[in-house]
């Protein structure tokens, strides 16, 4: 029997990687003929598309989905995989020498601020952070029941207590991600007001040749959003990330992959400060357990012997990058509270720098802008006392936690 000779495809021949494309499509598992231009691409280094290596990624994690009967099909995120697969080994690798941590945990923060600043110039959504913070407070908490636990130098209310904040913050964490807050569309005021506003742009763009608008006509221009087509109230704003309008805006935070706004922003709060609590407690009993003969603070840049074992070298190491996370948000929820106390939103205090209108005092932590302040007692009652949006907490769902 003669073997047929192997017949590469014609030009014109469609090819389907999940085989014959005259199946049904719900059976396929990618966009062929997206993918198939997006390699073409990649292979002939068209260099007229900028971004088409992110394209195709995202071509790659839309459709990369396990068929599951209950669920459907899971989608699966790939900057979630970087933070699992690295943050193990680099921590590890850090703990074999105080010189290879040194280069480790300096170089750490700084590719997560470059892939910060990569993501935020292109405006668009990661769970790279959101994973990255969980993935390493479960590691934290892992070395802690593994390695330091057994060591008899932690009593059991230490560890009750430890797991008890890190669950609250995990709870706020969630209540945090059920929503900042959207800006809801009034049907007969917004469609009474799409019509003004869209004489109104017409008008602007017709006499925007030298000829000054009044401030009133600024001021509709600037509460009316074009891209949700709604009239904005005071002191929201549009987010470019999540494509939506938020009450209160305050801004769009990488690490929770939400935005901060009327409805959670207490909750974001409460989540920083319980976080902070937790890791500095987890901090100083780690520290206590591996340099027992030092106080905590000396123990943290003075630990003699400590890289003599390697479980204690990888505890010393995790602690030092938990100082690290810690100082950053530390920053953080500093100021959120002098811009609470100030009666300002982190949006109102760029927005200001952006068009001048703000001066920095103390060192860049307090701006002062155009927003009038009513006290700081008066501030912080009405922060804590801010109404919820009617119908803002939907029932939580998977999509909500991520």
């Given at each position: 029997?003669?073997?047929?000779?192997?017949?590469?495809?014609?030009?014109?021949?469609p090819f389907?990687?999940?085989?014959?494309?005259?199946?049904?499509?719900?059976?396929c598992?990618?966009d062929c003929e997206?993918?198939d231009?997006?390699?073409e691409?990649?292979?002939?280094?068209d260099s007229k598309n900028?971004?088409f290596l992110?394209?195709?990624l995202s071509?790659l994690s839309?459709?990369?989905?396990?068929?599951?009967?209950?669920?459907g099909?899971?989608?699966?995120?790939l900057?979630?995989?970087?933070?699992m697969?690295?943050?193990?080994v680099?921590?590890q690798v850090?703990?074999?020498h105080?010189?290879l941590?040194v280069v480790?945990?300096?170089?750490?923060?700084?590719?997560v601020l470059?892939?910060?600043y990569?993501?935020?110039?292109?405006?668009?959504r990661?769970?790279?952070?959101?994973?990255?913070?969980?993935?390493s407070?479960?590691?934290?908490?892992?070395?802690?029941?593994?390695?330091?636990?057994p060591?008899?130098d932690?009593?059991?209310?230490?560890?009750v207590?430890a797991?008890?904040?890190?669950?609250?913050?995990?709870?706020?964490?969630?209540?945090?991600?059920q929503?900042?807050?959207?800006v809801?569309?009034d049907n007969r005021?917004?469609?009474?007001t799409?019509?003004n506003?869209s004489?109104?742009?017409?008008?602007d763009?017709?006499?925007?040749?030298?000829?000054?608008?009044?401030?009133h006509a600024?001021?509709?221009?600037?509460?009316?959003?074009?891209i949700?087509?709604?009239?904005?109230p005071?002191?929201?704003?549009?987010?470019r990330i999540?494509?939506?309008?938020?009450l209160r805006?305050?801004?769009h935070?990488?690490?929770?992959?939400?935005c901060?706004g009327q409805?959670?922003?207490?909750?974001?709060?409460l989540?920083l400060?319980?976080?902070?609590?937790t890791s500095l407690?987890?901090?100083?009993?780690?520290?206590?357990?591996?340099?027992?003969?030092?106080?905590?603070f000396?123990?943290?840049?003075?630990?003699?012997?400590?890289?003599?074992q390697y479980?204690?070298?990888?505890?010393?190491?995790?602690?030092?990058?938990s100082?690290i996370?810690?100082g950053g948000l530390?920053?953080?929820?500093i100021?959120q509270?002098?811009?609470?106390?100030?009666?300002?939103t982190?949006r109102e205090?760029q927005?200001?720098?952006?068009?001048g209108?703000g001066?920095?005092?103390?060192?860049g932590?307090?701006?002062?802008?155009s927003?009038?302040?009513?006290g700081?007692?008066h501030?912080w009652?009405?922060?804590?006392t801010?109404?919820?949006a009617e119908?803002?907490?939907?029932?939580?769902t998977?999509t909500?936690?991520?």
């Amino acid at each position: 029997m003669k073997r047929e000779r192997f017949k590469p495809p014609e030009p014109d021949d469609p090819f389907c990687c999940c085989g014959d494309i005259d199946q049904q499509r719900e059976y396929c598992c990618c966009d062929c003929e997206e993918l198939d231009n997006a390699c073409e691409r990649l292979i002939q280094r068209d260099s007229k598309n900028e971004d088409f290596l992110s394209r195709l990624l995202s071509v790659l994690s839309e459709r990369l989905g396990l068929q599951c009967s209950p669920l459907g099909s899971v989608r699966i995120e790939l900057s979630i995989l970087p933070p699992m697969l690295l943050l193990p080994v680099l921590l590890q690798v850090a703990a074999l020498h105080c010189m290879l941590g040194v280069v480790v945990l300096t170089a750490l923060p700084g590719l997560v601020l470059w892939y910060y600043y990569m993501t935020h110039r292109k405006k668009r959504r990661t769970l790279f952070f959101l994973s990255l913070a969980l993935f390493s407070l479960a590691y934290m908490y892992y070395l802690f029941i593994t390695e330091i636990v057994p060591r008899g130098d932690v009593s059991y209310q230490q560890v009750v207590t430890a797991t008890t904040g890190m669950i609250l913050m995990l709870i706020s964490l969630v209540r945090t991600k059920q929503g900042p807050g959207y800006v809801r569309a009034d049907n007969r005021h917004n469609n009474i007001t799409s019509t003004n506003q869209s004489k109104l742009c017409n008008q602007d763009s017709a006499c925007c040749n030298g000829v000054s608008q009044t401030d009133h006509a600024v001021e509709k221009k600037r509460k009316w959003c074009s891209i949700c087509r709604l009239v904005r109230p005071s002191r929201a704003g549009h987010c470019r990330i999540c494509g939506v309008c938020v009450l209160r805006m305050d801004h769009h935070c990488v690490w929770i992959n939400c935005c901060v706004g009327q409805d959670n922003h207490r909750h974001f709060l409460l989540t920083l400060l319980l976080f902070l609590l937790t890791s500095l407690y987890g901090i100083s009993m780690v520290l206590r357990s591996v340099c027992p003969r030092q106080s905590v603070f000396t123990a943290l840049l003075y630990c003699p012997g400590v890289y003599n074992q390697y479980s204690t070298a990888l505890c010393f190491t995790c602690v030092w990058y938990s100082c690290i996370i810690t100082g950053g948000l530390l920053h953080l929820l500093i100021l959120q509270i002098i811009n609470i106390s100030c009666n300002v939103t982190e949006r109102e205090v760029q927005l200001a720098l952006r068009n001048g209108t703000g001066r920095r005092r103390f060192c860049g932590l307090l701006v002062e802008t155009s927003t009038p302040s009513h006290g700081f007692m008066h501030n912080w009652t009405h922060f804590l006392t801010m109404h919820t949006a009617e119908g803002a907490h939907a029932p939580l769902t998977l999509t909500d936690v991520v």
